[in-house]
């Protein structure tokens, strides 16, 4: 079993920047596709951003393209995502999780608030 830890959420006005971090535990996650997803109130839970086990490839949402960049140091079993110009439509309880390639995502974390003040 992997367990997920998000943390670095908070309160920021627009324009302002926030880094997310995801800690695993449990088992190592070097192997796992780790993903970043959002949810905002009302809405569905979306896709934000992913990276490769080994780091080399990352992928986004075309709303935060740009903007946020995702990370990981896996000698920290450790996955980040850095939020830049964040925008009030940014606001959302943001998620971590985990997968193996090719399969759905396994893992998830219990979320960190996000909220962007206009």
């Known amino acids: 079993q992997v367990q997920l830890v998000e943390s670095g959420g908070g309160l920021v006005q627009a324009g302002g920047s926030l880094r997310l971090s995801c800690a695993a535990s449990?088992?190592?996650?070097?192997?796992?596709?780790m993903g970043w997803f959002r949810q905002a109130p009302g809405k569905e839970r979306a896709f934000v951003a992913r990276?490769?086990?080994?780091?080399?490839?990352?992928s986004y949402a075309d709303s935060v393209k740009g903007r946020f960049t995702i990370s990981r140091d896996n000698a920290k079993n450790t996955v980040y995502l850095q939020m830049n110009s964040l925008k009030p439509e940014d606001t959302a309880v943001y998620y971590c999780?985990?997968?193996?390639?090719?399969?759905?995502?396994?893992?998830w974390g219990q979320g960190t608030q996000v909220t962007v003040s206009s």
């Open positions: 999780a985990a997968k193996f390639p090719g399969n759905e995502y396994k893992f």
């Open positions: 990276i490769s086990w080994g780091g080399g490839s990352t």
């Open positions: 449990g088992r190592t996650v070097n192997s796992y596709v």
